[in-house]
Each structure stands twice: as C-alpha cells, then as structure tokens.
C-alpha cells in the first residue's frame, strides 16, 4: 500500500508559478511510475504529466507542455510539478498518482494509489 500526500498548492496570480510536491510513504516507490492529474469544478479528472521509475522519461498534456516541469527525487520518495505561466483555466485540484507499471498512461484508471489533492487557484 502507497500513501501520497500532495502540498504547494496557492492561489496565484496568473503568469505566476507554483512548485507542487507529493510525498510517498508506506513502501519506496523507485520502482513504479507516477503522474499528475488535475480536476477542475464539474470536470473530468485530466492527465497532466507522466513520469516513468527512473525520470529519464516524462510526458506532458498539451495543456501544460512547455510551461511546467515533471521530477522525481527516488531517494526522498517524492514527486513534484513545476506550473510556470499559470493560467486561469489551471485552475483545479492536483492529484498525484502511482502507476504499477512501467509504461506511460494517461487515464486515471491506470494508476493505482492517489492523494487527496491540493488545490492551484488563478486569479486573472
């Protein structure tokens, strides 16, 4: 069983950043991959970015490519997100999540341990 518990969630202006980070705990996590979803009020649950086990590959939705960055730190058992460029419509709660397996995947179905949220609120 993974716990994840996500923090650096704001409220921002927009054109500002935010620095999420998502903490695991209950066994290392080096061997699985993870990911970032996001859901915004009376929306689907979206794809964000994609990291695989060792962080040599990541894979971003077209909605944040180029403007926010995916990381890992194995050795901390932690996960983060960089949002620079912030938009009102990123607006939404950030999920991180652990995937069982090795290959990328963009549907919430395919991972397997979640955290509760923390929420990214833009101001325009």
């Known amino acids: 069983q993974v716990q994840l518990v996500e923090s650096g969630g704001g409220l921002v202006q927009a054109g500002g950043s935010l620095r999420l980070s998502c903490k695991a705990s209950?066994?290392?996590?080096?061997?699985?991959?993870m990911g970032w979803f996001r859901q915004a009020p009376g929306k689907e649950r979206e794809f964000v970015a994609f990291?695989?086990?060792?962080?040599?590959?990541?894979y971003y939705a077209n909605s944040v490519k180029g403007r926010s960055t995916i990381s890992r730190d194995n050795a901390k058992n932690t996960l983060s997100l960089q949002l620079n460029s912030l938009k009102p419509e990123d607006t939404a709660v950030y999920y991180c999540?652990?995937?069982?397996?090795?290959?990328?995947?963009?549907?919430?179905?395919?991972?397997?341990?979640w955290g509760q949220g923390t929420q990214v609120t833009v101001s325009s």
């Open positions: 999540a652990v995937r069982r397996a090795l290959t990328a995947a963009t549907s919430p179905s395919s991972y397997d341990f």
């Open positions: 990291i695989n086990w060792s962080g040599m590959s990541t």
């Open positions: 209950g066994r290392t996590v080096t061997d699985y991959s």
